[in-house]
């Protein structure tokens, strides 16, 4: 018993350092962005390297802006992420209530078609949809980034999936307490669909606001960035300024780690709804 | 308030060649003010022909109307009827109060604070005003289930509907329910259709009872009448716990012979002219144990209830049960000799199933002797 | 493959059963809302399908189309004509295109040695990355599965951050870390008397450069997959298991594991998908250099398209990535979906 109890503790002990071990070195590039970001670039180059964090935030954010103009790329990332989400939101949630309650004809070759769209790859819808923008001019213009993904084959899943769950009694209670059929939809299943949409809304998001090859063909004017193409575009230029792309890097970041940790339960369920285990 | 006429309801589902009738030939009318119940056994049609009533299926063919009104083709929510629902249907994501007030809020013009005090009122009649908002999963079973009563209240319908309103409580709140829905429809004084599938509910419940079996209405009357005089064989075995014995006679003049040794001589044998063979049926509580009588029957289980005894027997094939004194405690496997009295027996033609003798002798006593004059 | 998956999930659903099996009357939990306005549902869903049909399934079709062409330049030719009333609405055709048949695929397959490197590079990194993640994120998932572990969310938040970093944004931090002269990482070599590691300059490091940052991207993504599908395994099989002497090992290798293969095999496939499309950070890490070492196969497609303009030849090596994940997923499913 006591050897037992003894193997017991070291084995314990070996998953805590495990655990610590994965957990910091998953911390270092974080806690690197917050040093880079805060010091000049000169100390870049010291030996040893600094490890504490600086004082110099604005002052590299100031040379930021001034070299490419960084808060203009995050107004144009909110712009398109935000339209993209509640655009995306609308159509699969109205979609989904319709091929979740309602029987109508071909809803389920309709659907399953939908499905088996979920594993085509962007790629290969880049060159057509690039070529599509290009003859309708709507190159370096935020709709033909918004509009592509907004009809999600994922999203409608997840909606349909979730709303098979209210049940029939609730939407024909609501009729014969008066609704009319919209009311259906928008008093009765969207309220109570709240933490799945709250969860969709994440994936959408979080999609749309990393987005780079699609938007990296189609928005060519630097005015019209998103942040991922500002930044690639620092980290190309001739003379690489390290400060300043950490600055841009951890505003990139930030908000969604606020998003993150404010909201992990819907992050997580919307992970895995997006894994389609349940 | 309102009288409620369907007049040969049929509906069917499905489409093309694989068409299910889920309720045929079916003609009912509902008085205003009454309590009916429907009942049977699951897939009978009786939730259906409430949803039909409700407006929330198409009628395939036949009418409905309320108060001579034809209805049928009108929408759930232009029907002026309210429905409570087995899982109760209480909006998750509103509070009690808006879940209460939600009908108002839809379909009427009146003000949040008009409806805001007709919803109070009604939550302190069903003792729920201080569950007013907090939201349903909060709530136990029974205040759930005030609040769905509540809900249907609130907008003085012309008809209330219930579909299995208390099948998701337990068997004491059930009790209670029970008595308290009762109440509250004499107090209203509604018309109500409600299903259930418990027979003893449906005893208990309905001024009348509409007993329903694939499909098709069976037999409508009070409790007493489906009893004593159920219509046929379904009516009778379906209504009554434990249910009737029920098995397969020979006619051989004035005596029925049957399974494992039954012989019973008719001391009326015009009721069974004409039969070759025919059902016979008897209650639990009308066989008595009796050395001269014509059912041997071996004891498998009894089962103490304290005010009686159920027993448990076979004879031949087929299995019989009967209510005893409690003093009696035959031992398993002995074989007894049970009798009856030809006034307690039913008999039921063997190839339609119709009633050919119901229960006679019983007629209800005239009770004004009991009441307490009152001034 | 995953629809497959899927499929079959949604067959052996409650709901999908009580449809199937037809119940008759019955019709409890069956979806039987018949709209009062007809069409209606038709309604809700035709916003979507406009969308999906022009934005989806439209350029899915015309890659195919486009894989047997040569593009030629912007068309201003008139496709067809709608007159709708007074307005008139003309399509254009979508570019001038030029008939090669077979021949980039011939071209991409027998002597295309740069795809032919892209390719391969991908597959390194798939053959060393997915497993070394995969094994990384079940350790992790396993010992935070484990009940003696305390603080188990804020490991679990810690772990998933990175699932919240963006692509380009998590490479520029990689970029930096694994910069030859001035990254951290090789201060840390040097300064405990290792030799500094030529990170980006050196075709083979630079691809386990993208290992290390592909795997610390979605370590946690993985993690948290694998965590909700261990915490699926009911406790009694583990007690019972227990009881009857199982070692540590031996749980994990007849209990654990045969109960998690779905979700292992879920993150297995996703992970080759994912890993077969990287185009972020070889984009900005290595640019896909020194010399080609790390260019990828989504890089290579994007340099023919947009750099080169080859719209038709890059269409071309695109169905082929299709077919190459397709197959490696539909293999993967045969080879760890088991018995059933």
Known sequence: MRSDTKKEGLWKFGAYIFLLTITVLVMIPLYWMIVAATIPQSEFFTWPPRLIPGTQWLANFEALQENVNFLRSMGNSVIIAVSYTALSLVLCSMAGFAFAKYEFRFKEPLFYFILATLVLPIQLLIIPLFLLMVQIGWTNSYLAVILPWAANPLGIFLMRQNMKAIPDSLLESARMDGATEFQLYYKIALPTMLPSLAALAIILFLNQWQAFLYPLVILQDPQMYTIPLALADLVGQQRVYFDQIMVATSLAVTPIFIVFLTMQQYFIKGILSGSVKQ | ?375 | MVLAAIQSRIRSSAAYKQVSDGVRYTRQDVSRIVPEIPGLPYAYISPFFILFGVFLLFPTAYTLYLSFFDYVGVSNEVLLTVTMGPMEVSLPRIANLEFVGLSHYERLIFRDSLFHRSLLNTTFIFVVQVPLMVILGLATALVLDAKFIRAKGLFRTLIALPVATGLVAYSTIFLLLFNGEVGLINYVLESVGLTAIPWLGDGFWARITLVIAVTWRWLGYNMIILLAGLQTVPQQLYEAAEIDGASRWEKFRFVTLPQIRPVLLFVVVSSTIGTFQIFAEPYVITGGGPSNATITVVQYIYNQAFLQLNLGYASAVSVLLVVIVSIMSIIQIQYGGGDS
């Not at chain 2, 409620?4 to 049929?10: A, C, V, Y």
């Not at chain 2, 909006?91 to 839809?106: E, Q």
């Not at chain 2, 289930?145 to 409580?169: C, H, K, T, W, Y």
């Not at chain 2, 509580?285 to 159920?310: A, K, Q």
């Open chain 2, 1 to 375: 308030m309102a009288t409620i006429d369907i007049t040969n309801l049929r509906k069917e589902f499905g489409d093309g060649n694989e068409r299910i009738v889920a309720v045929e030939d079916f003609d009912l009318t509902i008085q205003d003010g009454e309590f009916l119940v429907f009942v049977g056994p699951s897939g009978c049609g009786k939730t259906t022909t409430l949803r039909c009533i409700a407006g929330l299926e198409d009628v395939t063919e036949g009418t409905i109307e309320f108060d001579g009104e034809d209805v049928t083709d009108r929408r759930a929510r232009d029907r002026d009827v309210a429905m409570v629902f087995q899982n109760y249907a209480l909006y998750p994501h509103m509070t009690v109060r808006k879940n209460i007030g939600f009908p108002l809020r839809l379909s009427t013009k009146k003000s949040t604070d008009e409806i805001d005090d007709e919803v109070e009122a009604i939550a302190s009649m069903l003792g729920i005003e201080t569950l007013l908002d907090q939201k349903p999963r909060e709530l136990s079973g029974g205040q759930q289930q005030r609040v769905a009563l509540g809900r249907a209240i609130i907008r003085d319908p012309q008809l209330f509907l219930m579909d299995e309103p208390l099948s998701n409580l337990d068997a004491k709140l059930r009790s209670t329910m029970r008595t308290e829905l009762q109440e509250l429809q004499t107090e209203l004084g509604v018309t109500t259709a409600y299903v259930t599938h418990d027979q003893t509910e449906a005893m208990a419940m309905g001024d009348r009872i509409a007993v329903m079996n694939d499909g098709e209405l069976q037999q409508v009357g009070t409790a007493s009448e489906v009893y004593r005089a159920p219509e046929n064989e379904f009516v009778a075995g379906f209504i009554g716990s434990p249910s009737i014995n029920l098995l397969t006679a020979d006619v051989d003049g004035a005596t029925l012979r049957g399974p494992g040794g039954f012989a019973y001589e008719m001391e009326d044998p015009s009721l069974v002219e004409g039969h070759d063979r025919i059902r016979v049926g008897v209650r639990p509580e009308d066989l008595e144990l009796d050395p001269d009588g014509g059912m041997p029957s071996e004891v498998t289980v009894v089962e103490e209830m304290g005010n009686e005894n159920f027993l448990y027997a076979v004879m031949g094939d087929i299995d019989i049960t009967a209510r005893i004194e409690s003093v009696i405690h035959p031992e398993a496997g002995k074989t007894v000799t049970f009798g009856f009295d030809e006034e307690d027996l039913y008999l039921f033609d063997a190839e339609t199933t119709e009633a050919v003798k119901t229960k006679t002798g019983e007629t209800d006593v005239d009770y004004d002797q009991y009441v307490q004059p009152s001034h």
